[in-house]
């Protein structure tokens, strides 16, 4: 079954509180393993849903800090490496980007509609994919100025690129504090103002740098 969520639901487990958001997925995941039986599927979640616990158990003292968002590799309750590899890893033989990386949010066992088919994470991804940031994407670094990115790749994408320009400056700022930075550098860089709340590019550029996954930096 596949699960559908409001704007607020939708809006909570992207930018809100990572903590909350882990404890969410963490129940989600335990709820969809009871009564159902193996395949690739279920071991994604059970694997996704031990990850999910160590990095609650780990995390504790952190928690108030806001640095959960950072350590963990998790994004709309599925592994964000998996869904990102997986989807580089059809690319690579031919799929287009979006189909694929719909495609690999609900074969690593994302269950919710609306999360897998969001835009803007999924735009802000192929920006960096595109643009040679991720580390292990095959494709060569481009440097270019944001403006440029904006108009010829996406939004999302220039916001990404920015959010880690601002992380080389300054690795430990947290996640709202890098959303407030990156809206005035995209003012500051295209003359244009960017969206008033976070969507996905930034949050994506976040965890790959903390996860050592970004590449030229």
């Known amino acids: 079954?596949?699960?559908?969520?409001?704007?607020?639901?939708?809006?909570?487990?992207?930018?809100q509180n990572q903590a909350d958001q882990s404890k969410h997925c963490l129940l989600a995941l335990?709820?969809?393993?009871?009564?159902?039986?193996?395949g690739t599927r279920l071991s994604a979640r059970r694997?996704?849903?031990?990850?999910?616990?160590?990095?609650?158990?780990?995390?504790?003292?952190?928690?108030?800090?806001g640095n959960?968002?950072?350590?963990?590799?998790?994004?709309?309750?599925v592994d964000l490496k998996s869904w990102i590899f997986g989807?580089?890893?059809?690319?690579?033989?031919?799929?287009?980007?979006?189909?694929?990386?719909?495609?690999?949010?609900?074969?690593?066992g994302g269950k919710s509609y609306e999360?897998?088919?969001?835009?803007c994470p999924m735009n802000g991804t192929k920006t960096l994919y595109l643009l040679g940031r991720i580390n292990g994407g095959?494709?060569?670094?481009?440097?270019?100025?944001?403006?440029?990115?904006?108009?010829?790749?996406?939004?999302?994408?220039?916001?990404?690129?920015?959010?880690i320009e601002l992380l080389s400056l300054d690795s430990m700022v947290s996640g709202n504090d890098l959303w407030t930075k990156v809206r005035t550098r995209f003012r500051e860089e295209t003359g244009e103002e960017a969206a008033l709340s976070n969507q996905g590019g930034t949050t994506i550029a976040y965890k790959l740098w903390h996860l050592g996954l970004i590449a030229g930096v």
Not at 30 to 36: D, L, P
Not at 68 to 77: T, Y
Not at 115 to 119: A, D, N, P
């Open 87 to 108: 989807t580089i890893k059809k690319v690579e033989q031919g799929v287009e980007w979006n189909t694929a990386w719909q495609e690999t949010y609900r074969e690593i």
């Open 47 to 65: 694997w996704t849903s031990k990850r999910l616990e160590q990095t609650l158990r780990g995390h504790v003292s952190d928690q108030n800090k």
């Open 68 to 77: 959960l968002m950072r350590d963990n590799g998790i994004f709309f309750c």
């Open 1 to 15: 079954m596949i699960l559908k969520l409001s704007y607020t639901e939708r809006s909570f487990l992207l930018f």
């Open 115 to 119: 999360s897998g088919k969001k835009e």
């Open 138 to 163: 095959n494709v060569p670094y481009k440097a270019l100025p944001i403006h440029t990115i904006s108009e010829t790749y996406s939004k999302n994408g220039a916001y990404a690129i920015l959010a």
């Open 30 to 38: 335990r709820t969809s393993e009871r009564g159902r039986g193996s």
